[in-house]
């Protein structure tokens, strides 16, 4: 995906392969990229700077809350829960938007859960092993995730 920047006149260009066993992205070969990088500026109009993105998916992980219908297995719920959050941040289109929001949305459809609650949802870039909060959305630098921790506080949900 190509973006241009607002503060400077620079093409900002993110790609990633795909690994053909298991369909998972990640960063392109070192020798596409150089493929990539003699093509680009050899296309592009003088004057145009690009800056070619290719790193490894950045790290997401989440802490939340979920009630769950005590008449439902509580192990089963979880399962389900972790799946439907590694499926939503894994699956984003290509440096697409992440956002809480989404996320407690895909939860709420799951079998059993009554309530979902975000405590904490967190990033960080490949460049760097230092996580941040996720104030309401992100679009993750390396243009898609990888779910590194689900943290999960089951309790029966009881009025």
Known sequence: TANET????LLVIKVAGEDSSTGERKPITDAEAVQLSSYLQEIKDA???????????DEFRCELDIFY????????VQYDCEAAIKEYVENLP??????N???IDRLQVVDGVKIAELKQSESAPATTST?????????????????????????????
Not at 69 to 76: A, F, I, L, Q, V
């Open 6 to 9: 607002e503060k400077s006149s």
């Open 47 to 57: 004057g145009v700077r690009i800056s070619l993105i290719n790193q490894a998916a």
């Open 69 to 76: 219908d005590p008449t439902k297995d509580p192990e089963t």
């Open 94 to 99: 290509f440096n697409g938007e992440f956002s």
């Open 101 to 103: 929001m989404a996320l």
């Open 131 to 159: 996580f941040t909060p996720i104030p309401a959305y992100i679009i993750p630098d390396a243009g898609y995730f990888h779910v590194n921790q689900i943290s999960l506080n089951m309790t029966p949900y009881s009025l």
